[in-house]
Every structure is written in structure tokens, then in C-alpha cells.
């Protein structure tokens, strides 16, 4: 049995590290994910994880085990925010499991939950378009501009899932407090799913266009920088690039990872360079929306 240590803060950043730690893929053996020592997930992180279950499930590898946190309260919290929930039907669970219910409360605006369909995607943004409004106007600040933009950058996210990744995904959205990296709070919005990934999905559309420089990086900016689809309808399969139009008026961050490589559209607040290449490959394409409470004026 292989062993793949899960990072101590498992965020958009540290899932490079879980890449890296899982090694060759497919695994040649049994997989132990060991979140043993894990003090902090982001619903980044949730996905992930939920992510590389399924891609092994659907590769007919043997099932993973999951060695879930030590430390108190942080199970309870994964079981709080869904991921326990769906992480029975991919991973051997090890380790005290809590027998609570997800909720959606205080921080949590919506558990982990499965994307398959536009139906889902329909679910989810009604579900949360209350409290959504409420959050983002009482606790973040926001105005009203803000709060339409933040269901069409939801429903998009997700739908991006049901047009290119071939398979189901993941879809999680909370707030929580950025205290080194942004002072602040402000809500995340994470997507994964363990698809064919933006190369595969691009390729009968751009490679050949592009040539020697075909690559993961070169999918990514395409999609998320030139709003290049694979669909040839006007206007169709654009919505990152839109997300990204949407996201620059509020200070916000998007940031896609597929296969070995990550594209971000960031403001001044955070350091993420434009494109990074040559990362451990990972399953599918996650997508990382983070938009920040208004900061208080001086």
C-alpha cells in the first residue's frame, strides 16, 4: 500500500503538494490517503480529495483508504461540511467517524454536493440564493451588483463540470476568515471534478492551431484568458472568461487547475503568478472563485 500524506492545511495553494505526494498515475498499488495530521481543509480541499476517490473508482483501482484528521474537532468539521458524507462511497474510512449530519449554516453555504446535470446546477444556485444575498451584503459588504454576479459565477463554475468534464463533479461554498492573505474575510467558491481536464476537452478544437506549444498551461489561458470553447455555437462554453470580466470589479480571484498546470486571473491581494506550469499532475480541473468582504474604509 502506497501512502499520499495530505498537506497540515489542505487550501488552493497546498492541493500542488497532495499532486505531488500521490506520485505516478495510475497508482500501481493500494492507496492510503493519510489526513492524520491535516489541522484545516478549504472547500478546495474537500473537492480534491472527493475528486481523486472518484478517478481512482472510475479507473477500477482497488479503493483508497482515508485516515481521516486526529485532531479535535477537525473530523467533525469535515462531516459538518459534507465531505464525509460522499466520501463513504470512494474511500475506506479510518479513524473515529462522526455521525453528523452536513449542514448549511454559519460558514457553511453550501456542503459538498454532487454535480451530474444542469438540473444540479439549477439546485444548487436556488438553494443558497437567499442566504447567499444576505452574506454577501451583512457580512461581506457587498453591493447588490455583487450578489447577481456571485449566482452567475455559481452557476457557471459548475456548469463548466457538466459541458467539458465528462463525468460528475464536485461543488462546495463557504466563508471564512483569509487572515494572513487577505485580513478579511471572504467566500469561496470550489469546483472539481475528475474529467477529461481542459487539454483533452480543447484539443480537437486548438491544437493543432497552436502546435508544439500545446500544453495544459496553453488549454487553461485559452479558456479562461482568450474565452476560446470547444463549442462552436456564438457565445457558448465562455463562461469562465465571462466569470473573470465579473470577478475584476470586485477584487476577486479565479484560479483553474487541469493536469499540470494553473491559470489565475488575481488582484493585488494575492501573489498567485498569472500561469504556473510543470506542477504534479492531477485529476480533472479544479476551479477556485474567491471574492473578498469590502474592505472598511480608513
Keep these: ?13 497546498s492541493i500542488d503538494q497532495l499532486a505531488a505526494n500521490l506520485g505516478s498515475w495510475p497508482p500501481d498499488q493500494r492507496i492510503l490517503v493519510d489526513a492524520h495530521a ?10 480534491a480529495l472527493l475528486t481523486l476517490g472518484q478517478a481512482l473508482a472510475e479507473i477500477g483501482a482497488p479503493q483508497p483508504r482515508l485516515a481521516l484528521p486526529e485532531g479535535e474537532g ?23 467517524v462522526p455521525r453528523r449530519k452536513p449542514v448549511e449554516q454559519d460558514d457553511i453555504l453550501l456542503p459538498v454536493t454532487m454535480i451530474r446535470n444542469a438540473d444540479d446546477v439549477m439546485d444548487v444556485v436556488g438553494r443558497i ?11 461581506l459588504g457587498l453591493e447588490a451588483s455583487v450578489v447577481g454576479g456571485f449566482g452567475q459565477s455559481l452557476s457557471e463554475a459548475c456548469q463548466n463540470i457538466v459541458e467539458h468534464a465528462g463525468t460528475s463533479g464536485w461543488v462546495a461554498v463557504h466563508v471564512y476568515n483569509f487572515r494572513r492573505r487577505l485580513g478579511r474575510k471572504a467566500l469561496v467558491i470550489a469546483t472539481s471534478d475528475a474529467g477529461v481536464g481542459f ?24 479558456a479562461l484568458i482568450h474565452g476560446i470553447s470547444r463549442f462552436r455555437d456564438p457565445g457558448r462554453g465562455q463562461g469562465l472568461a465571462g466569470i473573470k470580466r465579473y470577478l475584476s470589479r470586485w477584487q476577486a480571484k479565479i484560479s483553474i487547475r487541469s493536469g499540470t498546470a494553473r491559470v489565475a486571473f488575481a488582484p493585488s491581494w494575492d501573489d498567485e503568478p498569472p500561469r504556473t506550469d510543470n506542477l504534479a499532475w492531477f485529476p480533472g480541473a ?11 474604509a480608513e
Design 1 to 13: 500500500m502506497r501512502v499520499v500524506p495530505v498537506p497540515g492545511h489542505l487550501d488552493d495553494h
Design 199 to 222: 487539454r483533452r476537452s480543447l484539443e480537437a478544437t486548438l491544437a493543432k492551431r497552436i502546435g508544439d506549444r500545446w500544453s495544459d498551461g496553453a488549454a487553461l489561458e485559452s
Design 129 to 139: 440564493g437567499e442566504r447567499a444575498t444576505s452574506i454577501l451584503k451583512k457580512e
Design 38 to 47: 491535516t489541522e484545516w481543509a478549504s472547500p478546495v480541499g474537500f473537492v
Design 286 to 296: 479544479q476551479v477556485t472563485i474567491i471574492i473578498p468582504a469590502k474592505e472598511a
Design 74 to 96: 477537525v473530523a467533525s468539521y469535515w462531516a459538518k461540511a459534507g465531505l464525509l458524507h460522499h466520501a463513504e462511497k470512494f474511500f475506506e474510512l479510518h479513524g473515529k
